[in-house]
């Protein structure tokens, strides 16, 4: 059960950004056929991309050998007050 709610999520995060981006950049365009095709394959390729094994590089993370932890590095920004 927890792999169909894993894949459902993934599907829902994919499409919702292909349909933020559509709503942002195409919408409004006179480009009809573009728009129903986006829709469209963006509909497909979101229930198939939760389906695929995408490797990340390994630079980005790193799996502590120990515990199975999956650690991601993310660059340190520092915000200060003027």
Known sequence: ??????YFLESVVCLGLFW????????EENMLNFGRF???ST???SL???LMNVQLPSYLFSVNKV???FII???KVNVQEA
């Open 1 to 6: 059960m927890n792999e169909v709610l894993s």
């Open 20 to 27: 933020l981006f559509y709503k942002l950049a195409i919408e």
């Open 38 to 40: 986006y829709l469209l």
């Open 43 to 45: 509909s497909v390729f």
């Open 48 to 50: 198939v991309f939760p």
């Open 67 to 69: 515990t199975n932890e």
């Open 73 to 75: 590095y993310l660059t």
